[in-house]
Structure formats: C-alpha cells, structure tokens
C-alpha cells in the first residue's frame, strides 16, 4: 500500500482517464457493430417488403387479366349457347317443313313392282338423312365454337402471364 502512496494524484487520474477511454472505445466499437447490423437487417426487411409489394402488384395485375379474359369467354360462349339455340330453332323449324311435306305427298299411282316400296320409303330416308346431318353439323359446330374459345381464354391468360414478367 505504500507503494501506490509513492504514485502522484495526477497519475491516478491519468491512469483512470485512460482506462475510461478504453472502455468508451471498445463500447462505441460494439454500438457501432451492432448498429451495422441493425442498418443490415433493415435494409434486408426493405427489400423483402419491396420484393413482396411488387410480387402482389404483380399478382393482383395477372389476377385482373385472367378475370377480364375469363369474362369475355364467358361472354362468347353465351353467344355461342344463344347462337345454337337459333340455329337449333331454325332446324326444327326446317324439319317440321319436311315431316309436313312428306306427310301430305302424293303417292305415285303406278310405280314398278320391283321399285315401289323403295321408291316411297326414300324420301323418308333422305328426310331423315338430312336431319340426322343437321343435328350431327350442328353439334360439331357448337363443340368447336366452344373448343376456340377455351383455346383462346388459354392464350390470353398465358399472354397475360408472360405480359407481367
């Protein structure tokens, strides 16, 4: 103890400033590290929200897109089912003609004996040959109407997709 009487006062304050000045620096060297990592995790954060902000304006345009093409080829599609209705109307309207016709037809008064059966049974067959056509027509018409608009809702929503890349 009588050693550290020996040391002036001077050299104790010195020596206490200097240990002050230590700690502060080694304090201010973490505060700094650790405010590097805050300002990093951050500007991390940042740009996630920004990544996702942009990801859902994306999503949100595609979204749009895809109902706005989904609604016209919903649209198309009831004037396809409209258009087929008509078209159905007018058949049945057409084959009412016929089965009248060949209702009130005359009869040949003296046919052949090897030809007379086939002779009044073919207009019934080309009738109904004709009939059968018109509904078969008519049912790949409505089927491929409805098949191009399916196509083209799919180009239009893939169109869309690639258009927000």
């Known amino acids: 103890m009588g050693a550290l009487k020996l040391v002036p006062a001077w050299a104790w304050v010195l020596l206490i400033l ?25 500007d991390a954060a940042t740009a996630r929200a920004a990544s996702i902000s942009k990801t859902l304006s994306l999503q949100r345009q ?15 599609a009831e004037h396809v089912t409209a258009a087929v209705a008509v078209a159905d109307d ?26 007379g059966k086939t002779r009044d049974d073919l207009a019934a067959v080309l009738a109904e040959l004709r009939r059968s056509a018109d509904e078969e027509a008519g049912s790949l018409a ?9 196509g ?6 893939y169109s869309a997709a690639m258009k927000t890349r």
């Open 142 to 150: 409505a089927a491929l109407d409805r098949s191009r608009i399916a």
């Open 90 to 115: 007018r058949a049945r309207s057409l084959q009412q003609q016929v089965t009248d016709l060949l209702a009130s037809r005359k009869r040949c008064p003296v046919a052949p004996a090897s030809t």
């Open 18 to 42: 200097l240990a002050a000045t230590g700690y502060l620096y080694i304090r201010l060297d973490h505060t700094t590290a650790a405010l590097t990592a805050v300002t990093g995790e951050r």
């Open 62 to 76: 595609l979204t749009e897109d895809s109902n706005k093409a989904t609604d016209h080829a919903t649209e198309q």
């Open 152 to 157: 083209q809702l799919c180009e239009s929503m």
